[in-house]
């Protein structure tokens, strides 16, 4: 093995860390610069990450000592076939939202353009730090970066951003102090801060009620970060009021990470049967999960704006991958690790094209749409393709891990859970079909005797139609390969014990 | 049973889905070509299919595996007698339809052609693709998208009506998707497989009471679709679509996928013997039979011609069903030729429904006196078409529902004979009337004089209504519905 193959796991975040410092400089010489240097570091992290993933893919996990200093003592990164396949989907998501995020910024952003591109790449670094470390204190540090960049983008959004970004700023900070106070109890009683070493010092300890509160306050803390309901209510605003590029950002990768980090730290720092057994934690959180569902799908109803309406579903979206992580069987799981993939697919996708609405219209009230399937037919198109994978209607990729979870709950032999994952089907139906009724219908004046309305073809400029397509076929491509992805990465994730 | 690897199954649920494309690029302003493609790919559907017919006819079987999904689950097409009985039919009825629809659509000067072509060639995709799927999972996907994509269809005029009649079939049928995925879901966890099996596949894999729940969500499921009464409420209202969308949702592809998924479920996922055992084929047989006579009877009080029609549909495909749930040899012949031989029958009447209404702008039968004088060549199709839906020779119901009849009494249950004669009765009580009306009745004495709809629209009612003919007299003609059906039969009765 040569040099550059063992050092592509570093690649990943410290290419684009270095070039959000690098943009400010550049920026302050030529603003033109940032748009092209943002894109050339994250297409590095992209390649380096697809490399990452290949060698798991064929010799297994990788670990990687920064600076050559062994674990426990020094920082490891360490990439197995779960944290391989995040790191693609964090590092592609990201670099198709900031191509598209060109002409958005330019028209909702003017003049902050290096700020921007400065700390969407600051974002990313903490995105995809977290989901290389092997590190319980590493993995706080790149939360902090994801989510201080995070508040800052949000921020620098519509008038009301700044109070929804306070209020991400106080609920954020309490769910990483929960964290921190989590990681600095473990850490008393095991003397160590790397999740390979934890997990094998651990099992001696699973009785010390310093680790059951440590356990406690992390799932506090993530369930904060990730917005599970009751704690999702700093979501909704400040996505609703962030810049669409960032939003688009966001919305699909940042809950996703946090749900990533709770299966890695209850099935791979803890032992599953710690996670499921010492604690009635999986029954609290599958109830709490189908009540999120439920309420997220009740008031995404009661929406009339399209974001806002997607943010609420995000709120669902997050219940039903915790309700899979919570059911904890083979299945379930399965389609909890799957739908993490396709929701942050369907969700950047639906964000984009929102974002591509905003960019030519300047509405997001849905019953403003109309005419839209003639101004913008190929937006509206990847529209249709991804809410019908949003209510499950198969070949799209929202099916396949609706069927898994659906196995899983009946596995798990609870009935509610499967009557509420079909019923969140059909709530998403009633909601994208509002919207497809809006774009697509024309009220009957138009066609039937009186005149004939003309609308010309006004499509989203290219740099973001491409973008959302190429995810729409993804989407589609996704739910037909499904079978692939769990036989290449997801099988391995699972635990034995499952 | 030999079984052949081949990709035919795959490219003709495709081809249809690939005309949609071209049909969407070439759009209003190419609208001869975009036609070009629409018929283009009927008949290259058409072909695809019917050359798969010799395999069948030799007992033989084509698969094609797409890709797996999850263990013991792939995307899988497996092409069998009674799945080649329905690909038929709907390849080719959609030839029909096509030439039908463009007249129509262009005498009409409908808004949005484009998309109705297109919804058209993908709920085709969808029919076909139920047709030949080989196990319950590719069904669901191709269910699905035939479902989704008639909803645009449905709702074609836009008007508060149409939208909401389309919100209604939406309703009814995504709840129904969502009760088969619970079943498939349940199903798989319960076997292990999905795969179809000529007899069934659920035998002894969990206690009874189960297996009734999961028949009941089966049923409740494609039920749906299938428009048994009390969840019928969505077809009638669907009336208000435009008539080749009726005639589709009727005759070619919508329904008959419902009664065609029952008919899956029944034969091959639970299988005669289990359903036998469980005692659930006698609760479905009178089901059925309540669907049929309280269908007919609603029949009876329709003013509006298609809607009258819809409830012709609804008991024809209980009688489908009931035929399947009497699970005796003769009467699972008859439900499954009737699948074929209803469709030719119901798509001539409602093409004439919609000649009428291209022609003369009436919807309603008081309106129609004296019609057939005008319109003779439609109404005579239409004579046809009900003199075969009541059963009479020379036209092909009359061999279905022998079949049935024959049936009934080789399972021992005079009691459903005697329904399927008293909706034969009934059937004759709200058609007749419209015939006479049409040919004997005028308005102050004067018949209207000779004035057909365009030939587009005609050429292809006459081609139906004399299909439907030849299908009595040679009921193996041309594509081999009688013995595909006998060979179903052999397959899940295991030769009896």
Redo the contacts between chains.
């Keep these: 093995m040569n040099f550059y193959q063992v050092h592509f796991p570093i690649l990943i975040v410290s290419v684009t860390l270095l070039f959000s410092f690098l943009i400010p400089v550049f920026g302050w010489w030529k603003k033109k610069l940032c748009y092209p240097l943002a894109i050339i570091a994250i297409s590095i992290s992209l390649f380096s990450s697809l490399i990452v993933a290949n060698r798991v893919l064929y010799h297994g996990p990788i670990r990687y000592y920064l600076g050559g200093w062994e674990p426990p003592w020094g920082i490891e990164f360490y990439i197995d076939h779960l944290n391989a396949l995040m790191v693609v989907l964090v590092t592609s998501i990201s670099l198709l939202v900031l191509i598209s995020s060109k002409k958005s910024i330019e028209k909702e952003l003017p003049d902050k353009d290096v700020p921007f591109y400065s700390l969407f790449l600051l974002l990313f670094t903490g995105l995809a730090g977290i989901v290389v470390t092997g590190d319980m204190f590493n993995l706080y540090v790149f939360l902090e970066i994801a989510s201080l960049s995070a508040y800052a983008l949000i921020a620098i959004g519509e008038e009301r951003a700044p109070y929804a970004a306070f209020r991400y700023v106080v609920l954020g900070t309490i769910g990483a102090c929960f964290y921190l106070l989590s990681v600095g109890y473990l850490y008393i009683v095991t003397g160590s801060l790397n999740m390979a070493d934890l997990n094998q010092i651990l099992p001696n300890l699973y009785h010390s009620k310093v680790v059951l509160v440590a356990f406690s306050f992390f799932m506090i803390g993530i369930a904060i970060k990730m917005a599970l309901f009751p704690l999702h209510v700093w979501l909704p605003d400040a996505y609703t009021y962030a810049p669409s590029p960032v939003s688009s950002l966001i919305a699909p990768l940042m809950t996703k990470v946090g749900i990533y980090v709770m299966i890695k730290i209850m099935f791979k720092v803890f032992e599953p049967s710690f996670s499921i057994e010492m604690l009635p934690v999986t029954t609290i959180l599958s109830w709490v999960a189908s009540i999120a569902i439920i309420v997220g799908c009740v008031l995404a109803l009661a929406q009339v704006d399209l974001k806002r309406m997607l943010t609420y579903i995000m709120v669902a979206e997050v219940g039903y991958i915790v309700l899979g992580v919570a059911m904890a069987n083979r299945n379930a799981l399965t389609g909890a690790v799957l739908h993490i993939v396709n929701d942050a697919l369907m969700m950047a996708c639906l964000f984009l094209i929102v974002a591509a609405i905003m960019f030519k219209l300047g509405i997001r009230n849905i019953y403003e749409l109309r005419f839209l399937h003639r101004k913008m037919p190929f937006t509206m198109g990847a529209f249709t393709i991804a809410a019908?994978s949003m209510?499950?209607?198969?070949?799209a990729c929202g099916?396949?891990s609706?069927?898994?979870l659906?196995?899983g709950a009946?596995?798990a032999n609870n009935w509610i859970f499967?009557a509420v994952i079909?019923?969140s089907?059909?709530f998403n139906?009633i909601l994208f079909?509002r919207v497809i009724?809006n774009a697509?219908?024309?009220?009957?004046y138009?066609?039937?005797g009186g005149e004939h309305i003309e609308v010309s073809r006004d499509e989203a400029p290219l740099s973001l139609l491409i973008p959302i397509l190429i995810m729409a076929v993804g989407i589609i491509l996704l739910g037909?390969?499904?079978?692939?992805i769990?036989?290449a990465f997801i099988q391995f994730i699972v635990p034995v014990s499952f | 049973m030999e079984v052949i690897q081949s990709i035919r199954p795959l490219l003709a649920v495709l081809v249809s889905a690939f005309a949609g494309c071209l049909i969407l690029l070439a759009g209003e302003k190419n609208r001869n070509i975009r036609e070009f493609w629409t018929i283009l790919a009927s008949v290259v559907k058409f072909s695809i299919v019917c050359s798969m017919i010799p395999f069948i006819l030799e007992g033989k079987i084509i698969e094609y595996t797409?890709?797996?999904?999850?263990q013991g689950v792939?995307?899988q097409f497996r092409v069998d007698a009674f799945g080649m009985i329905f690909a038929v039919l709907a390849s080719a009825l959609w030839i029909a339809v096509s030439i039908y629809s463009i007249g129509y659509m262009r005498g009409l000067k409908e808004?949005?052609q484009t998309?109705f072509f297109f919804c058209f060639a993908l709920a085709l995709c969808g029919g076909v693709g139920v047709a030949l799927s080989g196990n319950l999972?590719t069904l669901?996907?191709f269910y699905?998208?035939l479902s989704?994509s008639t909803?645009?269809l449905i709702?074609h005029?836009?008007?508060?009506e149409a939208?909401k009649a389309a919100?209604k079939y939406?309703t009814y049928l995504?709840?129904g998707a969502?009760f088969i995925?619970?079943s498939i879901?349940?199903t798989?966890?319960l076997t292990g497989s999905l795969d179809f099996v000529a007899g069934g596949f659920l035998e002894g894999h969990c206690s009874a009471n189960l297996l009734r729940l999961l028949f009941v969500t089966f049923i409740i499921g494609f039920g749906s679709k299938a428009a048994i009464i009390p969840i019928h409420e969505w077809l009638p209202t669907a009336m208000i679509a435009p008539t080749p969308v009726s005639a589709l949702l009727h005759a070619v592809a919508v329904v008959k996928a419902g009664v065609f998924c029952c008919l899956r479920v029944i034969l091959y996922v639970f299988g005669p013997e289990l359903l036998f055992d469980l005692g659930m084929w006698l609760i479905l047989a009178y089901v059925a039979s309540f669907t049929i006579i309280v269908a007919n009877m609603f029949a009876l009080a329709q003013d509006h011609l298609k809607r009258r029609l819809a409830f012709s549909t609804i008991n024809n495909l209980s009688i489908i069903i009931l035929g399947a749930a009497l699970l005796s040899s003769d009467a699972i012949r008859g439900s499954m030729v009737h699948i074929a031989y209803h469709g030719f029958m119901k798509i001539t009447l409602f093409l004439c429904a919609g000649a009428i209404y291209v022609k003369t702008h009436k919807e309603y039968i008081s309106e129609m006196d004296g019609i057939g004088r005008q319109m003779p060549f439609t109404l005579g199709a239409f004579t046809i078409g009900a003199l075969g839906l009541t059963g009479i020779p020379p036209v092909c119901g009359f061999i279905s529902k022998w079949y049935l009849c024959l049936g009934s009494i080789e399972a021992d249950q005079l009691i459903f004979l005697i329904v399927i004669l008293i909706s034969a009765l009934l059937d004759a009580a709200y058609f007749f009337p419209i015939v006479y009306n049409a040919f004997f009745k005028s308005k102050n004495g004067v018949y209207p004089k000779f004035d057909e709809a365009s030939s587009l629209v005609v050429v292809p009612i006459v081609a139906t209504a004399t299909f439907s003919v030849i299908f009595c007299i040679f009921p193996n003609a041309f594509f081999y519905f009688l013995d595909m059906a006998s060979i179903s039969v052999q397959n899940i009765l295991g030769g009896v």
């Design positions: 019908l209510m499950g209607v198969p070949p099916f396949f609706k069927w898994y659906i196995l009946i596995d499967v079909l019923m089907g059909l139906a079909f009724e697509y219908f024309e009220p009957a138009a066609h039937d037909i390969f499904s079978g692939k769990i036989s | 797409i890709v797996n999904v999850c792939s995307l808004h949005a998309r999972l669901y996907m699905e998208i989704v909803y645009p709702a005029k836009e008007t508060p939208i919100r939406l995504l709840t969502a995925l619970f879901g349940l798989y966890y």
